[in-house]
């Protein structure tokens, strides 16, 4: 945001009336040091990074870095745009994992693939988790423990 010509006059009076004007050429003098310092440290910094990338150095497009390109709503944009896939790649494969070790254990199954001898009849073709198992008839000599929902 830019500051209106008004506002610079209501500054600068607030600064004459702040310091007044027996100082005012002092700290004119020490802001025009200061600025002139902050240049020398600027353009050594260029230098020292100039020699240290070489010529790769004049290649490099510096207005792309300039933080007054950057549109929030522009990047949120673009964001929003990219294929769900490419944002959700690595997570998607263990979500998947998760939910295949889920549905093996929903039914039975050891989490390397093998079910326990004799259960092939009691997998009904759920695709969800249930802490607990539905008995079928005849299966009261080997009970399951139930999970007890208040106990953990």
Do not use: C
């Not at 004049?58 to 950057?70: G, K, M, S, T």
């Not at 263990?94 to 009691?122: C, F, I, K």
């Amino acid at each position: 945001m830019i500051m209106d010509w008004s506002e610079w006059v209501v500054v600068f009076v607030l600064i004459m009336v702040i310091i007044g004007p027996q100082r005012m050429p002092e700290y004119a003098a020490k802001l025009a040091r200061g600025i002139r310092h902050f240049r020398v440290m600027a353009d050594g910094a260029r230098a020292q990074l100039k020699e240290q990338m070489g010529p790769e150095f004049d290649e490099i497009n510096w207005r792309q870095y300039d933080p007054r390109l950057y549109d929030p709503r522009k990047i949120v944009k673009d964001a929003l745009r990219e294929p769900i896939s490419t944002a959700w790649g690595p997570v998607g494969a263990e979500l998947e994992s998760v939910r295949s070790s889920t549905r093996q254990l929903a039914h039975g199954e050891d989490l390397t693939g093998h079910l326990p001898p004799g259960d092939d009849e009691h997998h009904s073709g759920e695709d969800y988790a249930s802490p607990r198992r539905q008995l079928v008839h005849g299966d009261d000599e080997h009970p399951h423990t139930p999970f007890d929902l208040e106990a953990t």
